[in-house]
């Protein structure tokens, strides 16, 4: 199991195929409302803990993703709900909000940007069951909207929609989240 803290309020677990055998589950049995599955979550957790030295997610609520990793082994993402912040956005380049309907489409999006020279900052943001990029292109921005587009939506192109997402979602990767998310691909 390898463990990184992405920020404060996220940390992303890579299970391996041993991993999950050890944890006695396989990724198409996790059911967030199955007991074997809550299990495996406390358990990882508990290794989290261990790992960074002091308790994560012990404060609010708990949200945890799950993505396939490789044939056999399993990506979990821990984000500890805090309190919206407010922030101050630049006015001056245009930023992209593009809005994905899982986080294995973001994955293939950050990945599929990965070596295409594109270069932008981009921050990643929850809310329910969707995940938005809000993305300002510096290099490449005509290959950027064609992925943002081939794994999501881009539903706004102006700084008011990209205050809005700030606003009202919660901030899972705060700087660079295209690159951080393609080195965990």
Not at 29 to 42: F, K, N
């Amino acid at each position: 199991m390898r463990v990184e803290e992405l920020t404060t309020e996220a940390i992303l677990v890579e299970l391996t195929g041993d991993d999950m055998k050890k944890l006695r589950i396989t990724y198409e049995q996790m059911d967030g409302a199955d007991v074997e599955t809550r299990r495996v979550i406390w358990t990882v957790l508990s290794d989290v803990n261990s790992t960074l030295g002091r308790p994560f997610g012990s404060k609010g609520r708990l949200t945890v993703a799950a993505m396939r990793q490789g044939k056999e082994g399993c990506l979990l993402l821990f984000t500890q709900e805090t309190p919206p912040r407010r922030y101050l956005l630049r006015q001056n380049a245009a930023r992209l909000t593009a809005q994905f309907a899982t986080l294995d489409a973001v994955f293939a999006c950050a990945e599929a940007l990965r070596f295409s020279g594109v270069k932008a900052e981009s921050s990643l943001y929850r809310h329910e069951n969707g995940y938005r990029l809000l993305v300002r292109p510096a290099v490449g921005g005509g290959r950027l909207r064609q992925c943002l587009t081939e794994f999501g939506a881009i539903v706004g192109e102006t700084e008011a929609v990209a205050r809005h997402t700030a606003e009202h979602w919660r901030c899972l990767i705060g700087q660079n989240a295209l690159e951080r998310l393609a080195r965990q691909s």
